[in-house]
C-alpha cells in the first residue's frame, strides 16, 4: 500500500512538472508580450518592464528560476490583470468560489445520477428505461453554454413570472443565485454518470454471483443494492477523477454566462492578456487539484475492490 | 400427432401406446440415405459479420432516427449554403437585426396608420426618414453624409419613441399592442422592408428564415457554415484520433514486454494531463504561431489560411492529447485477442506477424475502432464549441456553432433565437452522434447490447 | 409436512429420507424469444425423482440441460419463458408461485451451485459474509452470532480447514476447488431438499473433480436430499446417479436406471455418447468414437428425430416423425423407432403366432 502510494505520488508529481513544463514553453512561444495594450508603449518602457520582471533572460533560466521559487512555494506576481499581486493571493481569492460551485455540482450529479442509472437498469427494457435513455443521452450531448444560455433565457428573460432566480451571480442572491449554475455545471456529469451506472449495473446484474445470490433467495432489493451495486460503483468511483477536471473546467463556460467571479473566468483573461505568471500559477494549482483528485480517486478504488492487490504495485 | 395420443399416457406426453403406433400405416423402416439426412437440417442461411450488424442496426429505430437526422444536417450543412443565396460573411444593407418573421407592408401600413391616428402625428419609421431624406437630399442635388443619416435616424426613433409612450385617449400606442388589436399576424421568414419592396415588385428573394444579425448578415447561412464547420472538426479530429490512437495502441498491445511498459508510462502521464486547460492554453498559444506561418508563404500555408489558425492548433491538441483513450482501447483489445486460442493456433502454424494482425487482430478489432470513432465525433464537436464559446476556437471571419452562441450572448434576451439556432442544431448533430453510435455498438458487438 | 420440514433444519443429518415424488416434471417446454425467432430449448420434457434420489441429466453443449434447471428454480430470464407443461415440488405447483413465493422458496426448498466457482461468489465480499446472508435470506430470527456458527459448521462439513480465518478472506483468496466447496456449503446452510447442481465440477481440475464428487456423495448420503446433476459427462452419472435422463435438442431421448442406461444402452445417441467415453473395461485396441456431425439448429427444429442426421441407422421414418417413448425395463425408456421397429416385429410375430 505504502509503496504504491508512493509510486502513484511521485507520477503526480511528474504529471504537474510535465503540465508546468507544457504550459510555460507554450506561452512563452506564443507571440507577443503581456506588455501589448491598445496603445503599445515604447520599446524603453518595455525594456524596463521585461528587466523588472525577470522577462529578458533566456528561458531556460526563468523557467529554473520559477521551479526554485515554485518549490519554495512562491508563486511569483500578476503582471498584467492585477499588476503585482501575489498570484497565490488571487487563487485564493477567486478558488473557493469556483470550488463551492464544483461542489455542488459534483455532490447533486452523483447524488442524483447513481439512483436514476440503477433506476434504467432495473426496469431495461421498459418505457422508463428508454425515457432515462434519451434523457441522459440528450444531457450529455448539450453543450454547458447551451444550457447556461437557455436557462438565462427562459428564468431571467421576458417572461416575469418564471424569474425565480438572479441572471448574474451575486452574493447577496444567497443559495438561490447558486441554483442555475449549479445545475448548469452537474447536467453533464449526472447524465454520464446514471448512463455509466447503468450499463455497469447491467455489466453486475448479468454476472454469475447475481445468478448465485437469486438462487441463494435473496430479496430482489438485497441483490440489487448489496451485490450488483457495490460491483457496478467501481466505474463510477473511477469517473470521479476525470469529473472534478471536468467541473473545474466545465466552470469555466458557466462562469461566463452567469458572470460569475471564479477562477475559471480569470483563468480565460489571463490566457488572454498573457499574464505569465498568473497563467502558470493558475495552470499549476489546478493541475496539481486534478492529479491529487485522480490519486484519491485511484486509492480509493484500491479500497472498494478487495481484488487488487496494492503490495503488488496495483497490477 | 403423438401428443394428441398420449394423454392418458402416465409418463411422458410422447408416450403412445404399441398398439396405436401400429395402426399407423406409413411405417417406413427403410434406412435413409444420405441425401436425405443432408435434406433434413435445414441449414440456416449464415450471414457475414456487416450484414449481421447492419439487420440489428436497422431494427434500432433510434439509432435509425439519429442516422436519418444526421444526414438531414449533413444535407443542411454542405448543400445549404449553395442553395442560399447570401453569403455567411455578407452584409446585407437594410437587413441588420431582423427577426425571423416579417409582417407584410400593408399590415404594417394598417398598424402605423392606426398608430398615427393616436398619437396625432407620423411616427415614421427610422428608415423610412431617413429614405426620405436621401430622396430630398438628392433632389436637391447634395447627398448626405453617414454622420447625417445616422442623425436623421435618432431623431425619427426618438420621435417614434415619443409617440409610442405619449398616446393619447388611454389608448395603447405601442405596435405590438395595435398588432394584437388588428389581428395582424406575423409571417414566416424574415424580410427587411425594403425587400418586401422588391418582392411587391415581382422579385424573389429569398427570406431570411432564422433573421440577420447586427451586421445584417443572414444567420441560417451562418448557421449552415458553422454546421459545417463543426461537423468537418469532429470528423477530422476523430480520424486524427483513431489513426494515431490505433498506430500507438497496437504497436503496445502487440509488442509487449519492455516496449509496452514505457509507451504505457507515457499513456499514463498524458492521461493524467487535464486535458481541457491544456487544450485551452495551445489553442490559445498556437493559434497566433500558425497565423504568422499561414501569412509566410510557406509551403503548407494555403493550407493553414483555409483551415484558420485555430482549428490548426484545436487538431494538434486532438492529435496530442485526446488519442490516449482510443489506444488504451484498441491495446486492451488486441492483448485479449492476442490471448486466444486461435491466434496462437495461427502462429503454431508458422503465420507471420503481418498475416495475423491482417487476418485475426484487425478483423477483431475493427467493430470497437468504429465505434470509439464514431463516439469520438460527438466529443470532438462538443469540445470545439466549448473553446469557440470561450472565444479561442474558431476565428473571427470563419464561424462555428460555438462562436455564433457566443456572440449572442451580447443581444441574448432580445434576439434569444440567435442562441437557440445555433444551440438546437448543435445538440441534435451531438445526440444524434451519440445516439447513433450507441446504436452502432449495440449493433456491432452483442454483447455488450445492454 | 410443515412441521416435519421445520425438523429437517434443526439437525445437519436427516434421519430416512421420505418416500413418495419429491420433484415431478411434465411435459416442461421453454422457448427463448429471440430476434431471430423462436428457440425451443426444451421441447416437451418429463422425469421424476423422488426424495433421496440422484438424478444425472447428461447431453452435449445447447442440449437444454441448463435451462431446464433454471426453470424449476425459477431463475430463467427474458426472453426465456416457459411455455408449456407443469413441475411440481412436494405437490406444490412451481410455475404457480408468485415472484415472493419463488423467493423464499429458491435457497429454502431448492438450491442451485453453478460450473464456474470462478464467478460465482461476489468479489467484492467476504466468504463468510455471503455464506451468512444465504442463512439469514431464510431464517430472519437466527443471531448474527448464530449464523456465522452455522456457516462455520457449514465450512467445516465440506471440508474446509482454519474456518475462522477463512470465513474473513475473499472468494479470489480461494482455489477454484475450495470455491466450489463454499458454493456447496452455500447451498446446503438452509437443508434444501433438493440440490441442483449445474455442471459442478466441468471447471476445475481433475483431481479436484473427484474430491468434490466424494464429497457430494457423502453430503448427500448423510442429508438424504434430491439432486438433479447436470453434466456431459458419463462418468460422473456412473459415479454419482441412481438414474439418468439423456438430453438432446431439448428432448430427453432417453431415461432409465443408472444400470441400464450404461449396460443396455436404447438410443443410438446414448450409444454414441458411450462410445466416445474411455473405459476401463475395454479391449485394448477399443478406439473411442465420436459422434459424427452437429446438433441440429434450434431454431429450425426439424419435424422429425433430431439425432436422425447423425445416426447411422437413421431410417426415413426418422426424419418424418419424433418417435414416441418405448419401455424397456423397468422406469427405463427411450424415443428411438428402432426400438419403435422392434416392439412392432414383437407384436407382428406375436399376432402370427396367435
Not at chain 1, 50 to 56: H, M, Q, S, W
Not at chain 1, 152 to 173: K, Q, R
Not at chain 2, 269 to 280: F, G, K, M, T
Request: a neutral charge; glycine letters at 8%.
Amino acid at each position: 500500500m505504502v509503496k504504491y502510494t508512493i509510486k502513484r505520488v511521485l507520477m503526480a508529481v511528474l504529471t504537474v512538472f510535465i503540465v508546468a513544463c507544457i504550459t510555460f514553453f507554450l506561452m512563452n512561444a506564443a507571440p507577443g508580450n503581456p506588455w501589448l495594450a491598445e496603445k503599445t508603449p515604447p520599446q524603453s518602457v518595455i525594456d524596463a518592464l521585461n528587466e523588472k520582471y525577470g522577462l529578458d533572460k533566456p528561458l531556460p533560466e526563468q523557467f529554473a528560476k520559477y521551479m526554485n521559487n515554485l518549490i519554495h512555494g512562491d508563486f511569483g506576481v500578476s503582471i498584467k490583470t492585477q499588476k503585482n499581486r501575489p498570484v497565490m493571493d488571487i487563487i485564493v481569492e477567486k478558488f473557493p468560489l469556483s470550488a463551492q460551485l464544483g461542489i455542488m455540482a459534483v455532490a447533486w450529479a452523483v447524488v442524483v445520477g447513481v439512483p436514476l442509472g440503477c433506476l434504467a437498469a432495473y426496469k431495461r427494457g421498459k418505457l422508463i428505461d428508454s425515457i432515462l435513455r434519451v434523457v441522459c443521452t440528450l444531457g450529455v450531448s448539450l453543450p454547458g453554454f447551451v444550457v447556461a444560455s437557455v436557462l438565462l433565457v427562459v428564468f431571467c428573460g421576458g417572461i416575469e413570472s418564471l424569474n425565480f432566480f438572479p441572471g448574474t451571480f451575486s452574493p447577496a442572491n444567497g443559495i438561490r443565485g447558486y441554483i442555475l449554475p449549479c445545475f448548469c455545471l452537474g447536467l453533464y456529469p449526472m447524465c454520464y454518470i446514471a448512463r455509466l451506472t447503468r450499463s455497469s449495473m447491467l455489466d453486475a446484474i448479468n454476472q454469475e454471483y447475481v445468478k448465485t445470490a437469486r438462487a441463494k433467495g435473496l430479496k430482489t432489493g438485497k441483490i440489487i443494492f448489496k451485490h450488483a451495486l457495490r460491483n457496478a460503483l467501481i466505474p463510477v468511483i473511477t469517473y470521479l477523477g476525470p469529473l472534478t477536471a471536468f467541473t473545474l473546467c466545465g466552470g469555466f463556460v458557466v462562469e461566463k454566462v452567469f458572470g460569475i467571479p471564479g477562477l475559471g473566468k480569470f483563468f480565460v483573461q489571463s490566457v488572454q492578456a498573457l499574464d505569465y505568471p498568473l497563467i502558470m500559477g493558475t495552470v499549476i494549482f489546478l493541475a496539481t487539484f486534478i492529479v491529487f483528485m485522480n490519486l484519491m480517486v485511484d486509492l480509493l478504488y484500491k479500497v472498494v475492490d478487495p481484488r487488487i492487490n496494492l503490495a503488488k504495485g496495483g497490477n | 400427432m403423438a401428443d394428441k395420443k398420449v394423454k392418458h399416457s402416465p409418463i411422458g406426453s410422447l408416450q403412445p401406446k404399441i398398439d396405436d403406433i401400429l395402426e399407423w400405416n406409413n411405417l417406413d423402416f427403410t434406412p435413409a440415405t444420405k441425401e436425405e439426412k443432408e435434406d433434413f437440417i435445414q441449414q440456416r442461411k449464415s450471414v457475414s459479420y456487416w450484414r449481421d450488424a447492419w439487420r440489428r442496426l436497422r431494427k434500432n429505430t433510434v439509432a435509425m432516427v439519429a442516422m436519418c437526422v444526421l444526414i438531414v444536417i449533413v444535407l443542411f450543412g454542405f448543400l445549404g449554403p449553395v442553395l442560399v443565396p447570401y453569403g455567411y460573411e455578407e452584409f446585407n444593407k437594410g437587413a441588420e437585426n431582423l427577426h425571423p418573421w416579417h409582417y407584410t407592408l400593408e399590415d404594417q401600413a394598417r398598424v402605423n396608420a392606426v398608430i398615427e391616428e393616436r398619437t396625432g402625428s407620423a411616427a415614421l419609421d427610422p428608415e423610412e426618414a431617413v429614405a426620405q431624406a436621401i430622396a430630398e437630399a438628392e433632389a436637391k442635388g447634395e447627398t448626405l453624409s453617414a454622420v447625417q443619416q445616422a442623425k436623421i435616424r435618432a431623431n425619427a426613433k426618438a420621435a417614434a419613441e415619443k409617440a409610442a409612450t405619449e398616446g393619447s385617449e388611454g389608448l395603447s400606442t405601442k405596435e405590438e399592442d395595435v398588432r394584437a388589436e388588428l389581428g395582424v399576424k406575423a409571417k414566416l421568414g424574415g424580410y427587411s422592408n425594403n425587400e418586401l419592396q422588391r418582392i411587391a415588385n415581382g422579385e424573389k428573394v429569398f427570406p431570411h428564415l432564422f433573421g440577420t444579425d447586427k451586421f445584417g448578415r443572414d444567420i441560417m447561412v451562418r448557421v449552415m457554415i458553422g454546421t459545417r464547420v463543426s461537423m468537418i472538426v469532429g470528423v477530422c479530429a476523430a480520424l486524427l484520433v483513431l489513426v494515431i490512437g490505433a498506430l500507438y495502441g497496437s504497436i503496445s498491445g502487440y509488442a509487449g514486454g519492455m516496449v509496452d511498459t514505457v509507451m504505457q508510462r507515457i499513456v499514463e502521464v498524458i492521461y493524467s494531463i487535464p486535458e481541457v486547460l491544456v487544450i485551452l492554453l495551445l489553442a490559445a498559444m498556437l493559434s497566433p504561431v500558425i497565423q504568422e506561418y499561414s501569412s509566410s508563404g510557406g509551403l503548407l500555408s494555403g493550407l493553414t489560411t483555409v483551415l484558420g489558425a485555430n482549428l490548426i492548433s484545436m487538431f494538434i491538441a486532438f492529435g496530442i492529447l485526446y488519442w490516449v483513450g482510443m489506444s488504451r482501447i484498441i491495446r486492451g483489445q488486441v492483448l485479449q485477442i492476442k490471448q486466444q486460442e486461435y491466434v496462437t493456433a495461427a502462429r503454431a502454424l508458422g503465420a507471420s506477424s503481418g498475416r495475423i494482425i491482417r487476418r485475426h487482430l484487425l478483423p477483431n478489432c475493427i467493430g470497437q475502432i468504429v465505434v470509439t470513432t464514431c463516439l469520438q465525433i460527438p466529443s470532438a464537436i462538443f469540445l470545439e464549441s466549448f473553446l469557440s464559446f470561450l472565444g479561442v476556437g474558431v476565428n473571427a471571419p470563419m464561424t462555428s456553432l460555438g462562436s455564433m452562441a457566443s456572440e449572442a450572448l451580447q443581444g441574448l434576451y432580445s434576439y434569444p433565437y440567435r442562441l437557440l439556432f445555433p444551440a438546437i442544431i448543435l445538440s441534435v448533430m451531438i445526440l444524434s452522434f451519440n445516439l447513433f453510435g450507441d446504436g452502432l455498438r449495440d449493433a456491432l458487438d452483442p454483447r455488450l447490447k445492454k | 409436512m410443515e412441521q416435519n420440514t421445520n425438523t429437517l433444519r434443526d439437525d445437519l443429518v436427516v434421519e430416512a429420507p421420505k418416500d413418495g415424488k419429491l420433484l415431478e416434471v411434465k411435459d416442461l417446454r421453454v422457448s427463448f424469444f429471440t430476434p431471430a425467432g423462436e428457440v425451443k430449448a426444451v421441447g416437451g420434457i418429463s422425469y421424476d425423482l423422488n426424495y433421496g434420489e440422484v438424478m444425472g441429466i447428461v447431453g452435449e453443449s445447447g442440449s437444454g440441460k441448463s435451462v431446464e434447471a433454471y426453470s424449476i428454480i425459477g431463475l430463467l430470464q427474458s426472453p426465456g419463458k416457459v411455455i408449456g407443461g407443469s413441475i411440481s415440488f412436494e405437490g406444490q405447483d412451481v410455475l404457480a408461485k408468485s415472484k415472493e413465493e419463488m423467493t423464499d422458496f429458491r435457497g429454502r426448498e431448492v438450491a442451485m451451485i453453478f460450473q464456474n466457482p470462478m464467478t460465482c461468489l461476489n468479489p467484492v465480499y467476504t466468504v463468510g459474509n455471503q455464506l451468512v446472508e444465504a442463512l439469514r435470506a431464510h431464517d430472519k430470527s437466527i443471531s448474527a452470532e448464530d449464523a456465522k456458527k452455522r456457516a462455520m459448521e457449514m465450512m467445516e462439513l465440506v471440508g474446509i480447514n482454519n474456518v475462522a480465518r477463512r470465513m474473513r478472506q475473499y472468494p479470489h483468496e480461494f482455489s477454484g476447488g475450495m470455491r466450489q466447496r463454499v458454493m456447496i456449503a452455500m447451498g446446503l446452510i438452509c437443508h434444501p431438499k433438493l440440490l441442483i447442481a449445474d455442471e459442478p465440477t466441468t471447471a476445475l481440475d481433475v483431481t479436484i473433480q473427484a474430491q468434490i464428487l466424494e464429497l457430494m456423495k457423502e453430503l448427500q448420503k448423510k442429508t438424504h436430499m434430491g439432486i438433479v446433476f447436470i453434466t456431459h459427462n458419463l462418468g460422473v452419472v456412473a459415479e454419482i446417479c441412481d438414474k439418468v435422463s439423456v438430453m438432446y435438442a431439448g428432448k430427453i431421448v432417453e431415461q432409465g436406471p443408472v444400470n441400464d442406461i450404461f449396460y443396455t444402452p436404447g438410443h443410438p445417441y446414448t450409444v454414441g455418447l458411450l462410445r466416445s467415453m474411455p473405459r476401463v473395461d475395454a479391449d485394448s485396441y477399443e478406439r473411442l468414437i465420436p459422434i459424427e456431425g452437429t446438433p441440429v439448429d434450434m431454431l429450425n427444429p426439424p419435424e422429425g428425430c433430431p439425432f436422425a442426421p447423425r445416426c447411422e441407422h437413421a431410417m426415413k421414418v426418422c426424419l418424418q416423425k419424433m418417435p414416441p417413448y418405448v419401455e424397456l425395463g423397468d422406469g427405463h425408456r427411450s424415443a428411438c423407432w428402432l426400438r419403435v421397429q422392434e416392439q412392432v416385429n414383437a407384436k407382428k410375430e406375436a399376432g402370427t403366432n396367435d
